[in-house]
Nanobody
Framework: VQLVESGGELVQAGGSLRLSCVAS????????MAWFRQAPGKEREFVAAIRGGNGSTYYADSVKGRFTISRDNAKNTVYLQMNSLEPADTAVYYC??????????????????WGQGTLVTVSS
C-alpha cells in the first residue's frame, strides 16, 4: 500500500484546511486509516482514525469537535477536515494504514504503511 498526502499549507489561526490521502491497492475499504502529526522537536502523535467496514471514527481529545476524518472508498481516499485551527496544530501530518483494525489504533507502532507527510502551518 502506498499513501500520498496533500493539502497542507500556511493558514491563519481560526481558518480551515482539508487534507487528503490517496491510497494504492484494491483492499482500501478494509483498512483502518489514520492521521498522525509531528511538531518540531516532538514525538509523532495520534490525531484521528477511521475503520474500514463500519466506518467508526476516533479522535484525539485535542482535536475533537474541530477535526473530522472521513473516507471515500470509491476514490481510495481518506480526508481530514480541520476547522478552527490553532498555532498548536502546526505540524507535519501523516497518513497511515493498517489491516485489520486494532484496539491500539492510537499507537504509531500499530501501522504498517505511512505517507511522506504534508506540512500544516498555522500562524497566529
Amino acid at each position: 500500500v502506498q499513501l500520498v498526502e496533500s493539502g497542507g499549507e500556511l493558514v491563519q489561526a481560526g481558518g480551515s484546511l482539508r487534507l487528503s490521502c490517496v491510497a494504492s491497492g484494491r483492499a482500501f475499504r478494509s483498512y483502518t486509516m489514520a492521521w498522525f502529526r509531528q511538531a518540531p522537536g516532538k514525538e509523532r502523535e495520534f490525531v484521528a482514525a477511521i475503520r474500514g467496514g463500519n466506518g467508526s471514527t476516533y479522535y484525539a481529545d485535542s482535536v475533537k469537535g474541530r477535526f473530522t476524518i472521513s473516507r471515500d472508498n470509491a476514490k481510495n481516499t481518506v480526508y481530514l477536515q480541520m476547522n478552527s485551527l490553532e498555532p498548536a496544530d502546526t505540524a507535519v501530518y501523516y497518513c497511515a494504514a493498517r489491516f485489520p483494525h486494532t484496539v491500539e489504533y492510537r499507537k504509531v507502532s500499530a501501522y504498517d504503511y505511512w505517507g511522506q507527510g504534508t506540512l500544516v502551518t498555522v500562524s497566529s
